[in-house]
């Protein structure tokens, strides 16, 4: 079982550039997540979307986008990279999180130079 | 006030060491707990689920208490493959967890 892919895994942008993290998951899970891992702040959701066809702001949606593109995809879009946005991306998703909390993916190390 | 708040340690213990990890949190509805484990550049992965009073699995303890919105891990018999950062995780009312910032620990033969 793959579980939970995100791609790419390393990425050094410029700032404005623009980019799509990537994120996919094989075990029929209904929700899925975006959070960022910085220093000292730990993990904070970004967006989710409890369902394909839905999607929700977390604690720190600025500057960001998403795409619940089927059941299996959720993408997070960067439009006009800035240097706070460099940090630890990691997708995450769900069958139940009450009962079964996440998979994670492996993550996406993001810098913005 | 951060809805879940852990001790960031570092935690230094020797190896056979019983090591206990605190958290609290803020939101009452919260319905169900995890502890996760993170290691070094790695994404964090699930350790133990806590329900009602807490549970054991081997070697780990999670207890959770209500009343006094607080959870601990405990994990006794520390191995060097036991360091790594913790994490305490609250549900929040069922739609996204909410993770504290982790409490390090450091186990050394």
């Known amino acids: 079982n793959a579980g939970v892919t995100q791609t790419p895994k390393f990425q050094v942008l410029k700032t404005g550039q623009s980019m799509t993290l990537q994120c996919a998951q094989d075990?029929?899970?209904?929700?899925m997540y975006w959070y960022r891992q910085d220093p000292g702040m730990g993990l904070r959701l970004i967006y989710y979307s409890a369902s394909e066809g839905t999607t929700d702001k977390g604690e720190v949606p600025n500057g960001y986008n998403v795409s619940r593109l089927n059941k299996r995809e959720f993408s997070l879009r960067l439009e006009s990279a800035a240097p706070s946005q460099t940090s630890v991306y990691f997708c995450a998703s769900s069958e139940d999180v009450t009962y079964y909390g996440y998979t994670f993916g492996s993550g996406t190390r993001l810098t913005v130079v | 006030r951060k809805e879940v708040e852990q001790d960031p340690g570092p935690f230094n213990v020797p190896e056979g060491a019983t090591v206990a990890f605190n958290c609290t949190y803020s939101?009452?509805?919260?319905?169900?707990f995890f502890w996760y484990r993170q290691d070094c550049r790695k994404e964090p992965k699930l350790l133990m689920s806590v329900y009602s009073s807490g549970n054991e699995d081997g070697r780990f303890t999670a207890q959770l208490n209500r009343a006094s919105q607080y959870i601990s891990l405990l994990i006794r018999d520390s191995k060097l493959s036991d360091s790594a950062t913790y994490l305490c995780v609250a549900n929040q009312a069922g739609t996204a967890l909410i993770f504290g910032k982790g409490t390090t620990l450091s186990v050394s033969s």
């Open positions: 939101n009452s509805a919260s319905q169900s």
């Open positions: 075990m029929n899970h209904n929700s």
